[in-house]
């Protein structure tokens, strides 16, 4: 699964370049703030990797709702590629979608 071009960006951790993207529009649930936002990274030169799909603990920041939700930062992104792979992600690997679940302490709407 590769990442599309248009809105994705680019950063650096320890000397290797990824590739993460979040929706620009929240799918339904996260929409109304019952699941939380997640946003997805690849290896930039190899992208037949296996991509890695981080789940945050914070509302989309475009939900319909207008609950407070802080933008994903590039240092979120960063934090989550370390931990991924000391987690076991290898992004230059073929296969599934590798998930990373930081959703503790997120609380969906009612």
Known sequence: MALGGKGSRRIVVDSTAYRW????????????CWTPCSFAVEHAVDAVGTTLVVTTNQPHASNWIGREAPPVLPSDVAQAIERAHREGWSPTAPGSPFHLDLSAGFTPSP
């Open 21 to 32: 993207r979040l929706r620009c529009r929240p799918t339904y649930f996260q929409g109304l």
